[in-house]
């Protein structure tokens, strides 16, 4: 197994590393119920009883900005095991608190065709094969203390925004973990609400691709519900999955508009990954406690609306016996359909299907509310309807806050909530709204 060296690692998980990466003894030896953090405080890495899996992220078990499906694997389980992983923070642990918005810059540019995330694994799981699922259950996530949140330069044309906003910036943050807050800047506060980025499979494909665009393998896929307690399905493109995570967030807006969430790193990414033989899905989906998430991605949005519909209905028919026509109507009233993001090339939806509804979803608001500020676009596009949407928003938390420019665009990537209106044909609602509870006193 690889060594555990050259890892930044953050509170929670401090205590349990402490002996494999070389801290005081008194650290070490703190006590701990969790048999897999009792293993890493004993200074085992690798399989051990009990079918719990320790994959550190060091430089021999991550990789920069791409996935291969001939990559050797850093773990191998069974199905049912459980993996406690940790990840890096982007370029390879070179973005960190301090570090200058040139220097960031710079990284994206002199690494052309390769994503800026640092994604750990794979993960091989024996017995998955083509035509399976993989079901992950997310168990627990304890993110470093600290994250960052940027925008890069109007000409390399990235974001939602690059031609509104081409000063790029970057804005550190310190996470408080007990409170689960940060401060954006004094008087607002984002809820801290991590979650991994990137989950994702081998693609059918040789070679190596990019870890930016989003796919039916999962990957860059940047829908802020896959929180602890949440079980992302994959489905299987090559024999043993081959399972990555990097990206990870602690905190992101719907959209993700200005390019980044806080880009943070995991000290700890506690997963329990089984096999289901011979169901095959199309596209990932995900189950909370009281809802089904179904998604959809395209490079035109409105064609990820249509693959989301299809993907909807499907899953409600399978689920609930329904045809077609009652499914389309029962997404109608009940479904919550979300903009995940748009900026990673790939743009993406998902839908909120609650397991045991009751009321109707209510009619999007389109004025303000005592909760929020909202936003309205309308437009035959519905990436179009995004924009008016989206930059309305920014323009009236300038206005009715204050904020620069800059701040505004990067407070509604960390903070903005962007619901999809009725579907009808030829128009397209975008709902954008922002917490007035992010304003606190004091």
Request: net charge positive.
């Amino acid at each position: 197994m690889p060594k555990r060296r050259d890892v930044l690692l953050g509170g929670a998980a401090i205590a349990a590393a402490a002996s494999a990466a070389g801290l005081p003894k008194a650290i070490a030896q703190q006590p701990t119920n969790r048999p897999e953090m009792k293993a890493l405080q004993d200074g085992r890495i690798g399989q051990y009883e009990g079918g719990v899996y320790l994959l550190p992220a060091t430089d021999e078990t991550v990789q920069w900005g791409w996935f291969n499906n001939a990559e050797t694997p850093r773990a191998r389980i069974k199905s049912g095991d459980t993996v406690v992983m940790e990840t890096m923070m982007a370029s390879q642990n070179q973005i960190l608190p301090g570090i200058s918005i040139d220097r960031i810059t710079k990284l994206r540019v002199d690494n052309p065709g390769r994503g800026p995330h640092t994604v750990t694994g794979p993960i091989f799981v024996e017995g998955a094969a083509p035509g399976d699922t993989l079901k992950i259950r997310i168990n627990r996530i304890v993110p470093r203390p600290y994250g960052a949140n940027w925008n890069l330069p109007g000409t390399l044309k990235l974001g939602q925004f690059p031609d509104k906003f081409p000063e790029p910036q970057v804005k550190y943050f310190f996470l408080d973990t007990k409170r689960r807050t940060t401060q954006f800047l004094p008087g607002i506060e984002l809820p801290v609400r991590p979650f991994p980025g990137i989950l994702g499979v081998a693609r059918p494909d040789s070679g190596r691709y990019s870890t930016v665009p989003p796919g039916p393998w999962g990957g860059n896929l940047d829908c802020r519900e896959m929180v602890e307690g949440t079980t992302v399905y994959l489905p299987v493109f090559v024999d043993g999955a081959l399972l990555w995570s990097g990206d990870s967030h602690a905190v992101q807006g719907n959209g993700e508009i200005n390019l980044t969430a806080i880009e943070s790193a995991f000290s700890e990414l506690n997963l329990t990954i089984s096999v289901i033989k011979r169901q095959k899905l199309a596209w990932p989906r995900i189950e909370s406690a009281t809802h089904w998430i179904t998604m959809g991605y395209d490079r035109d949005l409105n064609k990820a609306i249509a693959i989301l519909e299809e993907e909807t209905v499907k899953f409600l028919a399978e689920s609930k016996g329904m045809n077609a026509t009652a499914a389309r109507q029962f997404m109608l009233d009940y479904g919550d359909c979300q903009v995940a993001e748009v900026v990673n090339q790939l743009k993406g939806v998902y839908c909120m299907l609650p397991k045991n509804p009751t009321a109707k979803i209510a009619a999007r608001p389109t004025a303000d509310t005592p909760k929020n500020y909202v936003t309205v676009g309308t437009n035959a596009d519905a990436m179009e309807a995004m924009n008016i949407a989206a930059m309305q928003l920014i323009e009236r938390v300038q206005k009715v806050k204050g904020l620069s420019g800059l701040n505004a665009y990067s407070l509604a990537s960390l903070a903005m909530d962007t619901r999809i209106g009725r579907l009808e044909p030829g128009a397209k609602t975008i709902h954008c709204l922002m917490p007035k509870s992010l304003w606190v006193k004091g």
